[in-house]
């Protein structure tokens, strides 16, 4: 599943792309003709999502958030698509082991460099990365549940000052 396989100029793992191109059409094909998507996803989902660049005009990609990504997409696909990961936001988890995946596979070691909200503890401690590069990863496998993601983010909400 870690093979690389190309796509669209770029290489993403063999398991990330697979069946995207089908999920993409069915998508657009389903949705009223020139909707926008906002993409919600979480784990090895976010990593095939990350992918809609490749199947949506730009134009229809609403924002991307993308809680706990492993490390599948090659280098200069987030150079490519540029313009689109403007619009992604994705969310890293104290020290989250699977969002590290994979750990030693020199092919799969970059993340979107963009703006990255780190999670760093249950009492909405956080900070700002201005690139995903910039976390340090982690070897906690219970920091990848998404109720510790939903969680620590109800914190922030709470601490956050009223809206006039």
Known sequence: MLEPVAIN????????????DRVFRWAAATAPKGAVFQIIV???GTVSATL???YLPADQIGTITSLATPKFIGQY???THAPAFE????????EDRWTSWPWFDPEWQYRAPVETLWLQDDQGAY?????GNRWHGGWDYADHGIGRYQGRLDKIAQAAPAAA
């Not at 100029?9 to 995207?20: I, L, P, Q, S």
């Not at 619009?87 to 104290?94: C, D, F």
């Open 52 to 54: 809609a660049p490749c």
């Open 127 to 131: 900070q700002i990365l201005n690139d």
């Open 9 to 20: 100029g770029n290489h993403v793992t063999r398991g990330a792309a697979e069946g995207m």
């Open 42 to 44: 979480h784990s090895l």
């Open 77 to 79: 696909f987030f150079v």
């Open 87 to 94: 619009r992604l936001t994705p969310i890293v988890l104290g």
